[in-house]
């Protein structure tokens, strides 16, 4: 294993540091915990947005804090959920009466112990609701999930809902537009490469030079096929199908997400985003937005995802509207 690293036991707290310490005016650390705000937070009378999970999918979700995006993020240990307290300590630090929505990614742990912190604050009198995001389309249900798990498709949330709360909309307005960004946004990936876990020391799964794992989450959990390696255009089709398949989004417009997972130059990115466009176009689908780069990676894992989210008006003018966020500036 390499890495630059000091203790592979402390590479959340280290990356938390240097992480606040490289944005001071826009970021701080709740004291005594592995929570990050923004620095203006709480905003009176403003619904607070909380998300997280385990790390190593940088920039989520810390990236996505600012204004117009999320408030807080809690951070895991390497692919771990946090844990309840820890995600109670965010709803509090944001919590400005207006209500605060959990984003949570379908993942077991992370479903059971936000759900656990909500429980907690509302014990506390704050008012909280959350929406869980299941975009991956490659599963039904995974080993780490019961039903889709949440992947890319999470950004959307976070952008969408978050431009909502920061227009001073209810706790219910917002859940409403999280939920409508839900209902339409869809994605798929495929892997290349492993990654490795700092604490493990090893590769998380073996793939030969010459294959790919096609439908694989974000964690490395397997996914539908295990193939030879094909061409940008044959990969980007078999996603982007596999996405078409599940929705219809004929005569729809919708906005694009080429994720890479974490070592996937843009090179190639561009590369499969040109076959995406190409299919889309003969399909007579719209694009209103393209998103090309680094939103939700798996460490050094070699590979990407392909998300499509169906917009219209509402949609489309709460993804144009202003970000901060250190990831997702608009």
């Given at each position: ?19 606040v310490a490289a ?87 992370d479903v059971m ?153 843009e090179m190639e ?62």
């Amino acid at each position: 294993m390499k890495k630059i690293i000091n203790d592979s036991e402390q590479v959340v707290q280290d990356m938390i540091k240097g992480l606040v310490a490289a944005y001071p005016k826009q970021l701080k650390q709740v004291k005594g915990t592995n929570v990050i705000i923004c620095k203006e937070a709480p905003v009176a009378n403003k619904v607070g947005l909380v998300s997280g999970g385990g790390s190593g999918h940088e920039p989520a979700h810390a990236g996505y804090i600012g204004k117009g995006m999320l408030d807080a993020a809690v951070v895991g240990e390497v692919f771990t959920s946090p844990t309840p307290d820890q995600v109670l300590e965010a709803i509090k630090a944001v919590n400005s009466n207006a209500g605060v929505l959990l984003i949570i990614k379908n993942y077991t742990g992370d479903v059971m112990n936000f759900e656990m912190a909500a429980e907690m604050a509302e014990a506390e009198g704050i008012p909280v609701d959350k929406v869980i995001v299941n975009d991956d389309v490659a599963v039904e249900n995974s080993t780490a999930t019961t039903g889709r798990r949440g992947i890319a498709g999470t950004v959307f949330v976070h952008k969408i809902a978050g431009a909502m709360a920061e227009q001073g909309a209810s706790l219910k307005e917002v859940k409403d537009v999280a939920e409508k960004v839900i209902a339409g946004v869809r994605s798929m990936g495929v892997a290349t490469a492993a990654c490795t876990v700092p604490a493990a020391g090893k590769p998380s799964f073996e793939l030969a030079e010459d294959e790919m794992e096609i439908g694989i989450g974000i964690h490395g959990e397997p996914g539908i096929e295990r193939k030879k390696l094909t061409s940008a255009a044959e990969i980007a089709k078999e996603l982007t199908d596999k996405v078409l398949a599940d929705i219809d989004y004929k005569d729809s417009e919708v906005a694009v997400m080429i994720n890479g997972l974490g070592s996937t130059p843009e090179m190639e990115l561009y590369i499969v985003n040109q076959t995406v466009q190409e299919i889309l176009a003969e399909r007579e689908i719209k694009v209103s937005h393209t998103f090309v780069g680094e939103y939700m990676s798996a460490l050094e894992m070699a590979g990407c995802s392909v998300t499509l989210l169906k917009v219209d008006k509402e949609l489309k003018g709460l993804l144009d509207a202003p970000s901060t966020a250190l990831a997702f500036k608009m």
